[in-house]
Nanobody, 123 residues
Framework: QVQLVESGGGLVQAGGSLRLSCAAIGSLFDIRVMSWYRQAPGKQRELVAGISSGGYTNYTDAVKGRFTISGDNAKKTVYLQMNSLKFEDTAVYYC?????????????????WGQGTQVSVSS
């Protein structure tokens, strides 16, 4: 019912910046939480940052002060501004949205994942 499309990944040098975006395609749903996860080779997927519909944000300690998550509920899009990138940030980044989907006369809580976008940082 809902599809997420990610963009903005790429290869950058350490100290550089990237901006990821993720747009939700579909209708008849409200977004409650938008978040970014990442998974490096040989490691488990981890939460990077999240933002609620009310604007509350949280970050994993590894990216605090360097990454900024923001959302545009009208455009149903979430962004991740990544500054001062480090080699350790290299991973596939996944967008996730927790939504309430309208199935009249009720709503259902669901989650959707993007396809992932590669972020590679050279040292």
């Amino acid at each position: 019912q809902v599809q997420l499309v990610e963009s903005g990944g790429g290869l950058v040098q350490a100290g550089g910046s990237l901006r990821l975006s993720c747009a939700a395609i579909g209708s008849l749903f409200d977004i409650r939480v938008m978040s970014w996860y990442r998974q490096a080779p040989g490691k488990q997927r981890e939460l990077v940052a999240g933002i609620s519909s009310g604007g509350y944000t949280n970050y994993t300690d590894a990216v605090k002060g360097r990454f900024t998550i923001s959302g545009d509920n009208a455009k149903k899009t979430v962004y991740l501004q990544m500054n001062s990138l480090k080699f350790e940030d290299t991973a596939v980044y996944y967008c996730k949205m927790d939504v309430l989907r309208w199935v009249a006369p009720r709503t259902f809580a669901e989650e959707y994942w993007g396809q992932g976008t590669q972020v590679s940082v050279s040292s």
